[in-house]
């Protein structure tokens, strides 16, 4: 395939003011992994989405979060230990980090490929709920698979702070 056909079927980067949730700003570290996750690796891209899982609770923005929950095991790690038939307390970027290494893969593109897996299999009930300061909740719905579709929502999303 020559450089130019290659540069039309790629999506371009977008502007962060353009995300809407945490599943957008994944597909921008699967558009340029290099640009946002040292090293390539998951236990960088792990403390970034820790990172964003807590920056949510402060601004009291509600929205689904499958990677992170404060005293639990995620949606995410739940999910990968099923599919691998065996418990875990490593966490998700662990687990995938040694499979990618016995597989001879990179760990971030074997990441990609769980993630799509994981929404593909995700129903509204497999979703965290992330609950802002004062109360709001966001209950995600399947995630839609195309690159356009907006993340779709169930609940208030947004309220003011009180003071």
Same mark, same amino acid.
């Given at each position: 395939?020559?450089?130019?056909?290659?540069?039309?079927? #790629?999506?371009?980067?977008? /502007?962060?003011?353009?995300?809407?949730?945490?599943?957008?700003? @994944?597909?921008?570290?699967? @558009?340029?992994? &290099?640009?946002?996750? /040292?090293?390539?690796?998951?236990?960088? @891209?792990?403390?970034?989405?820790?990172?964003?899982?807590?920056?949510?609770?402060? /601004?009291?923005?509600?929205?689904?979060?499958?990677?992170?929950?404060?005293?639990?095991?995620?949606?995410?790690?739940?999910?990968?230990?099923?599919?691998? &038939?065996?418990?875990?307390? *490593?966490?998700?970027?662990?687990?995938?980090? #040694?499979?990618?290494?016995?597989?001879?893969?990179?760990?971030?593109?074997?990441?990609?490929? *769980?993630?799509?897996?994981?929404?593909?299999?995700?129903?509204?009930?497999?979703?965290?709920?992330?609950?802002?300061?004062? &109360?709001?909740?966001?209950?995600?719905?399947?995630?839609?698979?195309?690159?356009?579709?907006?993340?779709?929502?169930? &609940?208030?999303?947004?309220?003011?702070?009180?003071?």
């Amino acid at each position: 395939m020559a450089d130019s056909d290659v540069s039309e079927t #790629r999506r371009r980067p977008r /502007h962060l003011e353009a995300l809407t949730d945490v599943y957008d700003f @994944l597909e921008e570290v699967r @558009l340029r992994p &290099g640009m946002w996750v /040292h090293s390539n690796s998951l236990q960088h @891209l792990n403390s970034m989405l820790t990172g964003y899982r807590l920056a949510l609770g402060i /601004h009291d923005i509600a929205e689904p979060f499958d990677f992170w929950t404060p005293g639990g095991q995620s949606h995410f790690s739940e999910w990968l230990c099923q599919r691998q &038939g065996r418990p875990s307390s *490593l966490g998700w970027a662990t687990e995938i980090e #040694r499979e990618a290494e016995r597989s001879d893969r990179p760990a971030m593109e074997m990441f990609f490929e *769980l993630l799509d897996e994981f929404l593909a299999d995700a129903t509204p009930d497999r979703h965290q709920v992330v609950r802002g300061a004062t &109360g709001n909740t966001g209950v995600a719905t399947a995630r839609p698979r195309s690159d356009g579709d907006l993340p779709q929502q169930a &609940g208030p999303t947004d309220s003011p702070r009180s003071p």
